[in-house]
């Protein structure tokens, strides 16, 4: 009777133990899969003419939520005599609509012209744009913020670098401001 209990007792065990490793490497899988920012830019060039500086992307972040700059970003607004204001605001403005009707912007014809507008500022660093992966930022965007922008546009960004091109970052806010009058 004792060997039965004690295989009973062991047995009960394993499985508790099994389930809890289940458990665990479900909970793993789940992070790892479906975090938003798991292959998420971390970090920025900033480009203008021959100057090029690097920043996270957190430092962009609070640079577009406090107006705080770091040194780096402070000498590329001072070389692209960008004021730092209409910056911020080129940065977080965009086009504001349903989740749903933003998706379906972005897969209708007017998807490719607005991935081709963002894709003249923000692109992987020495290469041409890569269309697919733009438009699977501004999806990521769309989906967490319900908002197409530049910087959801960065922040989202299939890869480790991302490069901003800043004399076009001004025109190109100007044209998103102005498809955002169309579609709201």
């Known amino acids: 009777m004792q060997i039965f209990q004690f295989f009973h007792q062991f047995s009960k065990g ?15 899988a789940s992070v790892l899969f479906f975090s938003p920012n798991a292959d998420a830019a971390e970090q ?5 003419g021959n100057f090029q500086g690097a920043i996270s992307v957190s430092e ?6 406090t107006g705080k700059t770091t040194p780096t970003l402070r000498a590329y607004l001072q070389a692209s005599q960008q004021n730092p ?3 911020r605001q080129a940065l977080t403005a965009g086009i504001k609509a349903d989740r749903a009707f933003l998706n379906n912007l972005l897969s209708s ?6 991935v081709n507008q963002i894709g003249e500022v ?6 041409e744009l890569n269309a697919q992966a733009l438009q699977t930022a501004l999806g990521t965007s769309i989906n967490q913020n319900g908002e197409v922008t530049l910087l959801g546009a960065i922040r989202h960004y299939p890869t480790s670098t991302v490069e901003i091109e800043g004399d076009r970052l001004i025109p190109v806010y100007e044209r998103l401001s102005s498809l955002a009058k169309i579609f709201s």
């Open 14 to 28: 394993l499985f508790t133990k099994l389930i809890g490793q289940t458990i665990a490497l479900g909970v793993g």
């Open 44 to 48: 920025v060039i900033l480009k203008y």
């Open 85 to 87: 204001a209409l910056a």
């Open 60 to 65: 962009l972040n609070q640079f577009v939520e």
């Open 109 to 114: 014809w007017a998807g490719p012209v607005l």
């Open 122 to 127: 923000v692109h992987p660093p020495e290469q």
